[in-house]
């Protein structure tokens, strides 16, 4: 029999990955705390569970897409409650990589077995089924993932054993960073040179200092669509992550540091859920030193 396949978390990401399976022409059983979330996918045919002590004991490999380390501890601990042995539980937070181990062992102790898989791309990626993601793991329990991670990744790779998928996801969330202040720098320094910043957008998109923000997220500032995308709240949160992990291997990153104090004044004002590209708002406020 083909396995069946459970999701927990269709938010921004999960509900388009959820979907994508489905449409793959997998039995796929969802379940989300916020019910509404479920109905687009049950009007495409996936199957809503009614808790997720029920989806646990529907499913043979489980997704995950929630927020936080304490939330997929947290939903993991439920699952297993129910889940019977040899289900794979596949996580596609980012969470921090001690907790990607700790949860793997746990998910051990209960004969089950666990791929920390984070996920790069945004909503976009997502949608449009083009995602990168990072897997850590056994070779063996990541080759049994790969056939269903493909309905929504342009590229999936095994980068190590567990908790080496969130590291390699830090890696990404600090060039992230970099990118993210470039383009929100540099933007806000032609508007206040009195440029037309439609043009100079396109043509510096066009040159080396191109890059996957100035195309994406180039679009929001020129529209000055604050709407996430990714927001501001997640994108701190993964910073935290980075910023630890760096401690503990000695690593300095003093553009994650900037850029996260930086998030943290629109945070401050209230503006937690915009897009991190609101960053370019905040700088035109900002005075030179």
Not at 6 to 31: R, S
Not at 70 to 82: F, Q
Not at 154 to 168: F, I, P, S, Y
Not at 227 to 252: E, L, M
Request: charged share 20%; with cysteine; glycine share 10%.
């Amino acid at each position: 029999m083909a396995e069946r396949i459970g999701f927990v978390g269709l938010g921004v990401m999960g509900g388009p990955m959820a979907g994508h399976l489905v449409t793959a022409g997998h039995y796929v059983v969802v379940w989300n705390r916020t019910s509404a979330k479920a109905e687009p996918l049950a009007r495409q045919g996936a199957v809503v569970a009614s808790s997720i002590a029920q989806l646990a004991e529907l499913c043979d490999v489980i997704f995950l897409c929630v927020s936080r380390t304490e939330d997929v501890r947290a939903c993991v601990e439920e699952l297993l409650l129910t889940a019977r042995p040899n289900t794979l539980f596949v996580d596609h937070s980012t969470i921090s990589p001690d907790g990607a181990k700790e949860i793997g062992h746990l998910a051990a102790s209960h004969e089950c077995q666990f791929v920390d898989a984070p996920i790069t791309g945004g909503s976009v990626g997502a949608e449009s089924g083009k995602l990168t993601v990072f897997c850590g793991g056994t070779e063996e329990n990541v080759a049994r993932a790969m056939p269903y991670i493909s309905a929504y990744a342009k590229r999936a790779e095994r980068v190590g054993d567990l908790g080496a998928g969130q590291m390699t996801k830090l890696v990404n969330q600090i060039a992230v960073g970099g990118a993210l202040l470039a383009l929100c720098e540099s933007l806000s320094f032609a508007k206040k040179a009195g440029l037309d910043i439609n043009l100079t957008h396109e043509l510096i998109s066009g040159g080396a200092g191109g890059s996957w923000a100035f195309e994406n997220y180039g679009k929001k500032i020129l529209a000055e669509d604050w709407s996430p995308g990714f927001s501001v709240q997640n994108q701190r949160k993964d910073f935290g992550y980075c910023i630890n992990a760096a401690q503990s291997i000695n690593a300095a990153v003093p553009g994650t540091m900037l850029v996260n104090r930086l998030l943290a004044r629109l945070e401050m004002e209230g503006h937690e859920q915009w897009t991190t590209a609101a960053l370019y708002k905040s700088m035109l406020e900002m005075h030179a030193e």
